[in-house]
């Protein structure tokens, strides 16, 4: 007799359709929903770290299959700014303020970082992706959300907003992060098939 596969549907908390987007297309090849969580308050605290964010955010409402995930862009002349304030940065300065920053800066090293975090069994598990980089001169491509126009991958010439979304979905810091989850997953629906 042939048992179905059991599937997993996350519950991501989050506003941005962009992110739940990305999410779903990256778990999608393993069987996993995404699902946009609108009924929970997704409580940020003020930190230097993506990981207490992301923590405090789900022991707060930790529910199975509840996930929520940071980001930040760490510039390293910059000594990681804007890093888990990226979003703030964003709205108040923008792509080009921050690209203001750098004049006469002799590095535009920077990294993407990811946090994403799975509350599971009232049990956090936290799963990180990180991409290396640098920041374009100016904004470049008309693809992507957020830092995308001015984030170019290390061993490529384009930014995240040239790319399209298949090559940006295989390299992104949220890609590396939730692939770190799906594979998570999928040892844990081996374990329950296996049983």
């Known amino acids: ?6 599937m997993i549907t996350l519950r991501f908390v989050t506003r941005n359709q962009h992110k739940v987007k990305e999410a779903s297309s990256i778990l999608s090849r393993y069987g996993i929903n995404v699902v946009m969580e609108n009924s929970v308050n997704k409580v940020e605290i003020q930190s230097d770290s993506l990981e207490d964010i992301v ?11 509840l996930v929520v995930e940071d980001d930040g862009l760490f510039v390293d002349s910059l000594n990681g700014f804007p890093g888990p304030y990226s979003e703030y940065v964003y709205r108040t300065i923008g792509l080009r303020g921050l690209l203001r920053l750098l004049q006469g800066s002799e590095g535009r090293n920077a990294y993407f970082k990811s946090v994403v975090g799975l509350c599971i069994n009232n049990e956090v598990k936290l799963f990180t992706g990180i991409v290396k980089g640098k920041l374009s001169e ?3 491509g008309s693809g992507g959300f957020g830092y995308d126009p001015v984030f170019i991958p290390d061993g490529y010439d384009l930014t995240f907003a040239e790319m399209g979304e298949e090559l940006k979905n295989k390299l992104s810091h949220r890609s590396r992060a939730f692939n770190n989850l799906a594979g998570y997953l999928t040892r844990i629906l081996d374990s329950i098939q296996g049983a």
């Open 1 to 6: 007799m042939n048992q179905e596969p059991a």
């Open 138 to 140: 100016e904004p470049r």
């Open 55 to 65: 923590t405090y955010a789900l022991k707060l409402n930790c529910i199975n299959w």
